[in-house]
Nanobody, 119 residues
Framework: QVQLVESGGGLVQAGDSLRLSCAAS????????VGWFRQAPGKEREFVAR????????DYGDSVKGRFTISRDNAKNTVYLQMNRLNPEDTAVYYC????????????WGQGTQVTVSS
């Protein structure tokens, strides 16, 4: 069992930065990968970023490459998503999710945090 809680969302202007956090509890944090996803109103859920158990391997969706950075602190049971050069198209609810078996199937999800970028 894993519990995930996202935080750090808010209302910002285009060009600003935000850092999202995903705090985990339950199963030993360093044993699973974590991904970030987002969903805008009327759109399908979109992959944003992923980080493996140790933090040594990361992957990003094409729309955020070069602007977003995912990282993790296994001592703090937390994954971060640093978002730079935000634009209105980044407006969405952002979710973190746990991949317990490293098979790209996400078994547990947080409740989400809203990010709104004004132009």
């Amino acid at each position: 069992q894993v519990q995930l809680v996202e935080s750090g969302g808010g209302l910002v202007q285009a060009g600003d930065s935000l850092r999202l956090s995903c705090a985990a509890s339950g199963r030993t944090f360093s044993t699973y990968a974590v991904g970030w996803f987002r969903q805008a109103p009327g759109k399908e859920r979109e992959f944003v970023a992923r980080i493996n158990r140790s933090g040594g391997i990361t992957d990003y969706g094409d729309s955020v490459k070069g602007r977003f950075t995912i990282s993790r602190d296994n001592a703090k049971n937390t994954v971060y998503l640093q978002m730079n050069r935000l634009n209105p198209e980044d407006t969405a609810v952002y979710y973190c999710a746990a991949d317990l078996h490293s098979d790209y199937r996400y078994n547990y999800w947080g409740q989400g945090t809203q990010v709104t970028v004004s132009s």
